[in-house]
T-cell receptor, first 111, second 114 residues
Framework: RKEVEQDPGPFNVPEGATVAFNCTYS??????FFWYRQDCRKEPKLLMS???SGNEDGRFTAQLNRASQYISLLIRDSKLSDSATYLC????????????FGQGTELSVKP | ETGVTQTPRHLVMGMTNKKSLKCEQH?????MYWYKQSAKKPLELMFV???????ENNSVPSRFSPECPNSSHLFLHLHTLQPEDSALYLC?????????????FGEGSWLTVV
């Protein structure tokens, strides 16, 4: 079983749609959680950190459920520019903060 | 504009060649990383340097040889590679290795081994 698993995707949605991505992690020593965004043939860039209380940044909302070892990302009012691959990332508390990446979920927003 | 620059951006090399990838960070960070990204696979951590000392080698074959002369520069020396080594190689940096440190990636070097 992969340590970080994401929805396989791809997600194809119309502009204005709301889309949610799910991510589960298997290691209870996971300490910190992030969503990264990677555009086609580009490097990953930090989208947002994920806090236990949940956090929002504009149209993006991230949630963390430590009991279920589950992270989510909600994108409201999707824009064409949101098309990218979204990477779920956790850090291992027992390995000095080592980042573990999920395989990514591809989103394509259509006009 | 990225604070982590990688050269070359694209590299095609034969299996008997020796080449190097270069990474430079302008962020004042002390930790630098090499990651490999193959098609449809998660990013794989290869090496970590923290304050110029290698702190992690993720069972990487010896045909990949990292070098970190100072906290701002990181190299990946390549020799006798295999076609399956063709991938995107990403350099990254963070303030230090550990928690709470956002990691910043370079644009990557696309490597094709023929």
């Amino acid at each position: 079983r992969k340590e970080v698993e994401q929805d396989p995707g791809p997600f194809n949605v119309p502009e204005g749609a709301t889309v949610a991505f799910n991510c589960t992690y298997s290691n209870s020593a996971s300490q910190s959680f992030f969503w990264y965004r990677q555009d086609c043939r580009k490097e990953p860039k930090l989208l947002m950190s994920v806090y236990s209380s949940g956090n929002e940044d504009g149209r993006f909302t991230a949630q963390l459920n430590r009991a279920s070892q589950y992270i989510s990302l909600l994108i409201r009012d999707s824009k064409l520019s949101d098309s990218a691959t979204y990477l779920c990332v956790v850090t291992r508390g027992d390995q000095g903060g080592k980042l573990i990446f999920g395989q990514g979920t591809e989103l394509s927003v259509k006009p | 504009e990225t604070g982590v620059t990688q050269t070359p951006r694209h590299l095609v090399m034969g299996m008997t060649n020796k080449k190097s990838l270069k990474c430079e960070q302008h962020l004042g960070h002390n930790a630098m990383y090499w990651y490999k990204q193959s098609a449809k696979k998660p990013l794989e951590l290869m090496f970590v340097y923290n304050f110029k000392e290698q702190t992690e080698n993720n069972s990487v074959p010896s045909r990949f040889s990292p070098e970190c002369p100072n906290s701002s520069h990181l190299f990946l020396h390549l020799h006798t590679l295999q076609p399956e080594d063709s991938a995107l190689y990403l350099c990254a940096s963070s303030q230090t290795q550990g928690f709470g440190n956002t990691i910043y990636f370079g644009e990557g070097s696309w490597l094709t081994v023929v």
